[in-house]
């Protein structure tokens, strides 16, 4: 519209022109940037995809009334910002009595919102819950289990840095480090919120407890229906 004021009013057309030429030049970059946010979304069938559910599902169907469950969709985080978060979890487990012992667990907790902003941003020191065994983050390797949890229809996986774990039966809901000579807790079962739709449900599954928010890091949201 500009351009075609200033031929009307007989100015410099050339300059109008390149103007209009690179307002249209900057157009690839939004797509570029659509196509990054694109590529969070693992494509349906492909290798990793398929590696994600082999392991869900693995779980998932030990509990006969749960075989029906299937992934829709499942999401990963940013590659810029995954490397930062790893980068800063690596150096946290290096710092561990056991650097090694990281492993893929499902983490118990979380609002839709939540586990979205966890999935681009990373656990931060407010994510801490006050639990049975103490102020942290939970995690389970049962999928069921964490679905008691979280919001229904979605699951965070994360990777977790293990270390040294104690085992502990007490509960003690202002625990908030773990013992001397330890990195996590690994806790009896605790009682179920009524987040999930699934606390009716009783798995009497073990759960890690971290209390160092760069121990852990989101590595898949797992969107899921029955």
Known sequence: KQWYQRRVRGEDVDSAENELMSLTLMEP?????????????LKVGEEEWRQ??????????????????????????NATKQNQLRSSFSVRCN??????????LYYCGGKAGTLHRILKEGFQPRDMVAGDYGVGLYFTQNPVRAMQYSEPGLLLQCEVGIGMAESVLKMDQNRNRPPVGYDSVLTGDRNVDHVGIYSHQRHNE?????????????IYLVYFNI
């Open 52 to 77: 994600v559910e082999d392991q869900f599902r693995a779980e998932v169907c030990k509990v006969p009334s749960y075989q029906s469950i299937r992934i829709s969709s499942v999401e990963k985080p």
């Open 95 to 104: 710092a561990l009595r056991d650097p090694d012992l990281r492993i893929r």
């Open 29 to 41: 970059k939004d797509n570029m940037v659509k196509a990054v946010d694109t590529d969070t979304i």
């Open 206 to 218: 073990l759960q890690y407890l971290i209390f160092d928010s760069t121990q852990a890091i989101p």
